[in-house]
């Protein structure tokens, strides 16, 4: 069975500083993808970046860009320059190529200091 | 472009009660997929439905059911309710691109489901 871990139940770091996600995941699929998600106070679950497997460039959205190591099942989210505007609960997630089930982490709640 | 909308937003059940819940996805979307959000399970997916067929189904006892109509909407129904139902309960579609592909999902605010 797949499985997504996020070890960092909570996190801070200074506003325009860069802060590091961490997220493991096990699979013996070789076709899937995997995202982080952002849910902030509003509930509404916000997709902020994803990455198939299949690429081997990471993935990069404006100040927010992964580490994917494929071989280490690993798939971090660096968040730079950051904003009071980023502080929410973020999910790592995994799903397979052929369905929509997304399997979720446990969440990293992010605060940001001012 | 609308998103993903979810009625009701709040509602408050007592134990074994019934509850439905709506989801009408993004104009165009064909899949809707629901997850059951706690503090102590996290996010857990329910079920998946395409062109009003379940796709797929998570580990979830038979007082959960879903269904979708020919205009893509869907509503799950809980029966039966139990204090550990109580969740956000959140709905998402994605445009199905053919049966694969990485079918980003858009999820919408979610209802809060209270059992007293």
């Known amino acids: 069975a797949q499985t997504v871990t996020q070890s960092q139940p909570e996190m801070s770091v200074q506003e325009a500083e860069t802060v590091t996600l961490s997220c493991t995941y096990d699979?013996?699929?070789?076709?899937?993808?995997l995202f982080w998600y952002k849910q902030p106070p509003s509930r509404q679950m916000i997709l902020v970046i994803r990455?198939?497997?299949?690429?081997?460039q990471n993935a990069t959205e404006n100040r927010f860009s992964v580490n994917f190591q494929k071989a280490a099942k690993s798939f971090s989210l660096k968040i730079s320059d950051s904003q009071l505007g980023d502080a929410a609960m973020y999910f790592c997630?995994?799903?397979?190529?052929?369905?929509?089930?997304?399997?979720f982490g446990k969440g990293t709640r992010l605060h940001i200091l001012p | 472009k609308a998103g993903v909308t979810q009625t009701p937003r709040y509602l408050i059940k007592t134990r074994g009660q019934q509850v439905t819940l709506s989801c009408s996805p993004i104009?165009?979307?064909?899949?809707v997929s629901w997850y059951q959000q706690t503090p102590g399970q996290g996010l857990q997916f329910l079920f998946e439905?395409?062109?009003?067929?379940?796709?797929n189904k998570g580990n979830f006892p038979g007082r959960f059911s879903g269904r979708q109509f020919s205009n893509s909407r869907s509503e799950m129904n809980v029966s039966t309710l139990e204090l550990g139902d109580s969740a956000l309960y959140l709905c998402?579609?994605?445009?199905?691109?053919?049966?694969?592909?990485?079918?980003?999902?858009?999820f919408g605010a979610g209802s809060r489901l209270t059992v007293l």
């Open positions: 998402a579609s994605s445009l199905k691109l053919g049966e694969a592909g990485a079918n980003v999902l858009t």
């Open positions: 439905y395409f062109s009003e067929t379940q796709r």
């Open positions: 104009s165009g979307h064909r899949s």
């Open positions: 990455q198939e497997a299949y690429k081997q």
């Open positions: 699979t013996s699929e070789s076709d899937y993808y």
């Open positions: 997630a995994y799903k397979m190529n052929r369905d929509d089930k997304i399997i």
